[in-house]
């Protein structure tokens, strides 16, 4: 008995230290006082101020695998089945699927292991600036006197970007191990949000330059390893692509066919190259890509095939942006005056006396990655009535309250009611104001995951009326519904929707990645093909013309 309690104990012990280790090896272990604030607040965590750093360590530790080891913990079933899709897990899509179910597949086909995560968040730098862009890379750069040899490429401006990161930091008094806004100080307001918009993270309404830049900062690591992902997917179908390049399709080109495959996929051709040296460079490439040699260089191989990684997301994301950009400008040709003014008021963007409608119009687009900065008398007209009712008797005043308690009291009605309180709330300041406007993002929230499903099919109609939009005969309510939904998230915001996760967004970025590689490989002209193919044909007929013989 007394070695099963010594083993015990030595177990015990064992365990702790384990523990003790890796909390004592954990990335914010060495974190300023101020970065740990700073991710406190990022993630919606409260912390006592004044709080000492252990303190302050302790919550940060408490909350860290639900935020960033284990994110997915916190997602609804919708969001957990998209990510399996895309991931191309299968689901069942039924009863059985339960949460937990759902939650153990997402677990086992997660991007990356705790130890990765624990050690990415010890060089931030290595990672926080991939999925930049090309002129954000170069507007840092010239900020801060970054030296950068012409041609500026992506590759080169990382690299100076990261090589003056911890420079720059010093010299601003800042700390770079998890970074503040000094990071995105080159960044405009538009610039955060469509960095969100692109990655599919809704931008949090309404908001503040704090707040973009926080929700940045704080979905870096899951945008860089989505766009990881996207990266490796185009990497496959490229390598898929060259495996479909055969000795017998070569053979088959012409010369002019094979050099301009090598001009359209970087391979150099020297002066002079004869017909069967072509073919040889090509089929040397086609290794490289599959990493079929001696030093199995793919990645690199891939690299100039492809101009490089960071190009091949970035026309990926191009093309999924611009669509969304599309989509966003063709809703707002059919909105009425009155939602464009709206949408602007809600961005405090400045309206012009006696602006026209194509007016109104350029500039809602012209804005269409700003985020709306505060409440306008637009805020309640989404709401169910069950909020609006809910706003009105946390409001206090007597007047709204007397249209609310009406049985007969209309929408139209409650949200002039709403409005009003709202307004007096506003005009008080203090409590009143501070309760009005915590009670409004609960509600909004709220109305983000049953969006007009309790609706009647008239306030649907009169709700796109208000946009200007003809209802189609014979709409049935779950179109009436899609429909009013889609308006909902343009005027709430602009390009982006906040019910498409980040993963849908990936599937967008894989496919487009495919397309984008499969067009730079250029495989060949389907005579090509045909030719090869015939040749194929012939060699088995005369295969079996000589066993015949034989």
């Known amino acids: 008995m007394r070695i099963a309690k010594t083993l015990l104990s030595l177990a015990l012990v064992a365990n702790a230290a384990v523990a003790s280790s890796w909390f004592s090896n954990a990335a914010y272990n060495k974190?300023?006082?101020?970065?740990?604030?700073?991710w406190l607040s990022d993630h919606d965590v409260p912390y006592p101020t004044p709080a000492d750093r252990k303190d302050l360590e302790q919550l940060v530790q408490k909350n860290w695998d639900e935020n960033v080891v284990e994110p997915y913990n916190k997602w609804d079933t919708a969001k957990l089945t998209n990510y399996l899709k895309v991931k191309g897990v299968e689901t069942k899509e039924s009863a059985e699927d339960t949460r937990e179910s759902l939650l153990a597949r997402v677990k086992s086909s997660w991007y990356?292991?705790?130890e990765n995560t624990q050690n990415a968040y010890t060089n931030v730098k290595d990672w926080i600036l991939d999925t930049w862009t090309d002129s954000q890379l170069k507007a840092f750069?010239?900020?801060h006197g970054i030296p950068v040899p012409q041609p500026r490429k992506r590759d080169t401006l990382l690299q100076k970007v990261r090589e003056n990161y911890?420079?720059?930091?010093?010299?601003?008094?800042?700390?770079?191990?998890?970074?503040?806004n000094w990071l995105y100080e080159t960044w405009t307001e538009s610039e955060l949000k469509e960095w969100l918009d692109t990655h599919g993270f809704p931008a949090p309404q309404p908001t503040t330059r704090d707040k973009l830049i926080a929700s940045v900062r704080r979905n870096s690591r899951l945008a860089y390893l989505q766009m990881q992902e996207q990266t490796e997917s185009s990497k496959k179908a490229a390598q898929q692509a060259y495996a479909a390049l055969t000795d017998k399709l070569i053979d088959s080109w012409s010369e002019s066919q094979l050099k301009e495959f090598c001009d359209k996929n970087g391979i150099n051709v020297p002066q002079g190259t004869k017909l069967n040296q072509l073919r040889a460079l090509v089929r040397k490439n086609r290794a490289e890509i599959l990493g079929d040699t001696v030093a199995g260089t793919a990645a690199s191989a891939f690299g100039a095939a492809t101009?490089?990684?960071?190009?091949?997301?970035?026309?990926a994301t191009d093309t999924a942006s611009q669509a969304a950009q599309d989509a966003f400008d063709k809703a707002v040709n059919t909105w009425s005056d009155s939602r464009l003014k709206g949408y602007l008021d809600a961005r405090g963007v400045p309206v012009p006396q006696g602006s026209k409608t194509d007016e109104l119009r350029?500039?809602?687009?012209?804005?269409s990655h700003k985020a709306a900065s505060g409440w306008t008398a637009w805020t309640w007209d989404d709401l169910s009535l069950d909020n609006i009712r809910g706003y009105i008797a946390s409001s206090g005043n007597a007047a709204a309250k007397k249209v609310s308690d009406k049985t007969s009291a209309t929408r139209d009605e409650l949200v002039d009611a709403a409005q009003s309180a709202y307004l007096s709330a506003s005009s008080a300041g203090g409590g009143s104001y501070a309760s009005a406007t915590s009670f409004l993002t609960k509600a909004t929230d709220t109305t983000k995951a049953g969006l007009f499903d309790t609706w009647s099919e008239s306030e649907l109609k009169a709700y796109l009326d208000s946009y200007?939009?003809?209802?189609?005969?014979?709409?049935?309510?779950?179109?009436l519904r899609a429909l009013a939904r889609r308006q909902y998230t343009y005027f709430k915001y602009?390009?982006?929707?906040?019910?498409?996760?980040?993963?849908?967004?990936?599937?967008e970025n894989v496919q487009s990645g495919w397309d984008w590689v499969a067009g730079q490989l250029r495989l060949g002209s389907d005579a090509a093909k045909k030719k090869a193919e015939e040749a194929e044909a012939e060699g088995r007929r005369k295969a079996e013309k000589v066993h015949k013989e034989l």
């Open 31 to 38: 974190w300023h006082e101020t970065e740990l604030e700073r």
């Open 112 to 114: 990356e292991s705790e």
């Open 141 to 143: 750069c010239d900020r």
């Open 166 to 180: 911890e420079t720059v930091a010093r010299k601003a008094g800042e700390a770079a191990a998890y970074p503040g």
């Open 307 to 315: 101009s490089n990684v960071g190009s091949a997301a970035t026309k």
């Open 362 to 367: 350029a500039l809602v687009r012209k804005h």
């Open 468 to 479: 200007g939009i003809p209802v189609p005969q014979g709409s049935q309510i779950n179109e």
């Open 494 to 507: 602009g390009t982006t929707s906040p019910t498409d996760t980040l993963f849908a967004k990936v599937r």
